[in-house]
């Protein structure tokens, strides 16, 4: 399988993880639209490869910077210092490729919590410590100016994240045009901690020590709700997704909010949740008619559902996200 991915042997040789004339295996890993992941096996160790793909594969057009991969090293680097067991061990990282290497992980013992949501194995205690891991990584890194300096990555995140989220589906809705254009300005506006950019339950593992944390390339200092809202949007999308679980995914979004929003010590909380039920609205429209939708909702009765709940909320937006919560009817 060397001879699948002849691009990655000189980064890792520069990297001192494959000796010359050394064997390799490359396995493809599935998951992700962005990069390139493959598991290396050598006769000394195995271990993950990732590799910034600069067009995302989606049906839309979506370009990104490949030097993300930079930022997910560096945001890798910062979450380790405070929770060492909720992110991979890093093994090294070529900058002339963009590629880094990080500690593969045993399916069998670190299963993919969006699996483990669809197979209905709901446990509310990794909702719990997910939004722990999230307010102690988000308080660590608030008022850090170095951090703030080393993550100024507006127009990044404003290409990952932003434009194909919000401007995109400003075109789909042009009802909505303004309060998703106002949503953007929201949060680039507010620039208080160091944020995943992608959590999602597809990028958490689920570990005999507590949720593992991958793919933090949109990481970026800015709104801390964003992170809040990008995984409770996830919450609610399960339950048009798997309606037999619907109780369970709901008892997780009320864990998650409820034990983030209490550890919330660098601002006010509820300006925080305020803004966290802005972006959950805009997130949802987004998830059915941005350029990212969701591949599981696949049916247009369950995207106009969507659409029905979230336009209201948009263009009003609550207070409480509990608010949105008592809503929402799958």
Known sequence: ????????????????????????????????????????????????????????????????????NRDEVAWLRFAAQHLPQAVPALFGEDETDCVFAMAYLEPQAHPVWKNQLQA??????????????????????????????????????????????FNATALRHPDCADALHSLVQQTLSHKHALVHGDVSPKNILESPHGPVFLDAECAWYGDPAFDLAFVLNHLLLKCLWKPAH???????????????LKAVNWEDPAALEARSCALLAGMLLARVDGKSPVEYLSTEAQRDQVRRFAKPFLLQPAALLQTLRQHWTP
């Open 120 to 165: 209905g194995v709901v446990n509310v205690g990794t909702a719990e410590q997910v939004a722990r891991c999230l307010a102690i990584w988000h308080a660590a890194s608030a008022r850090q100016a170095d951090l703030s300096q080393a993550f100024d990555h507006d127009a990044d995140f404003i290409a990952i994240r932003l434009d194909p989220y």
């Open 1 to 68: 399988m060397a001879d699948a991915f002849p691009e990655l042997i000189a980064p890792l040789q520069r990297m001192g993880l494959l000796l010359p004339h050394e064997e390799v295996t490359f396995t493809p890993l599935t998951g992700g639209v962005s990069s390139l992941i493959v598991r290396v096996d050598t006769p000394r160790q195995r271990f993950c490869l990732k590799r910034a793909l600069p067009q995302l594969k989606v049906a839309a057009l979506w370009e990104a910077p490949v030097k993300r």
């Open 246 to 260: 619907h109780l369970a995914y709901l008892a997780s979004f009320d864990a998650l909010s409820q034990t983030y």
